[in-house]
């Protein structure tokens, strides 16, 4: 083969990746303002939504994971909840609003054609971009 074909099929190659990685980054924006046209999700404090997709799966973005507790995320957007007793109603209230919002956006993701499975992955960067997350590992 000689040098100018190597080099087409190459630019060839190159160019279909690069299609690929556009449209990548185009479906999860597209599946990020899905999110955000939702009022029960957009007016959450913690804004849910899609990191990644990979095949037929949206990697979502949540707040708890082995690693974080659900109390220690809802510390992390409820600041005024820290003094509350453990088994105050706000606490239960506060659970059942996280899990709902998260269930929504689950299953607004889920609607997209191109979408058959969800994953939740915890948001790193969300606590690190707010520096909640050194304040949570000191409760640890």
């Known amino acids: 083969m000689s040098d100018r074909k190597q080099f087409i099929a190459v630019m060839v190659v190159a160019a279909l990746f690069v299609g690929w990685l556009g449209w990548r980054?185009?479906?999860?924006?597209?599946?990020?303002?899905?999110?955000?046209?939702d009022e029960t999700v957009a007016s959450y404090p913690y804004q849910h939504r899609v990191l990644r997709v990979e095949g037929d799966t949206?990697?979502?973005?949540?707040?708890r994971s082995h690693?974080?507790?659900t109390e220690e995320a809802l510390r992390a957007i409820f600041p005024s909840m820290r003094n509350l007793p453990d088994n105050h109603r706000d606490w239960q209230r506060a659970e059942r609003q996280l899990a709902q919002v998260q269930a929504r956006a689950g299953e607004i993701v889920l609607g997209d054609p191109g979408i058959d499975h969800v994953r939740w992955e915890l948001d790193e960067n969300w606590y690190h971009?707010?520096?909640m997350k050194s304040k949570t590992d000191k409760g640890l």
């Open 25 to 37: 980054s185009f479906e999860v924006i597209s599946l990020n303002e899905l999110l955000k046209s």
């Open 58 to 63: 949206a990697i979502m973005g949540s707040l």
């Open 67 to 69: 690693s974080v507790s």
């Open 129 to 131: 971009l707010l520096h």
